[in-house]
């Protein structure tokens, strides 16, 4: 089932088995702590500006993404409880971001977010793009 888990079989060492269903490591940190902090941000009604929003967004985020990029290139290299745990710092971050954009659309921190991730994961796609796959 690919919408659980988006690698393909030679990473598999990326993911772990859940009911029988390969499901990514980092995305089963993200994706349940993005929707508590999310809804748990509506239920305190918390403030819509925070003055730490933009380096804490960024530094939740970095992690996952220093440690994806290092994937792309050492594939073999990582593993699963480091990337979950980025996984839940890249959820938190990206829960306050969601929580603030569905108010007051685009704020500045989710910009923040996406021109990092889009300046590293750029580069890092272009250069790693051709290189063979394992069967």
Do not use: K
Request: hydrophobic share 50%; proline share 7%.
């Amino acid at each position: 089932m690919f919408w659980l888990s988006h690698h393909h079989a030679d990473e598999y060492n990326r993911t772990y088995v859940l009911a029988g269903v390969r499901v990514c490591a980092r995305c089963l940190g993200t994706y349940p702590v993005l929707a508590a902090v999310f809804l748990g941000l509506f239920a305190l009604r918390s403030p819509l500006t925070w003055a730490w929003d933009v380096p804490v967004g960024l530094g939740l985020t970095l992690p996952a993404l220093v440690d994806w990029a290092v994937g792309r290139f050492r594939p073999a290299s990582g593993h699963n409880a480091v990337r979950m745990l980025t996984g839940v710092l890249l959820g938190a971050g990206l829960g306050r971001s969601l929580y603030v954009h569905v108010q007051r659309p685009l704020p500045v921190v989710l910009l923040a977010q996406a021109l990092l991730v889009t300046g590293v994961a750029v580069p890092v796609i272009l250069a790693t793009y051709r290189r063979p796959r394992p069967e």
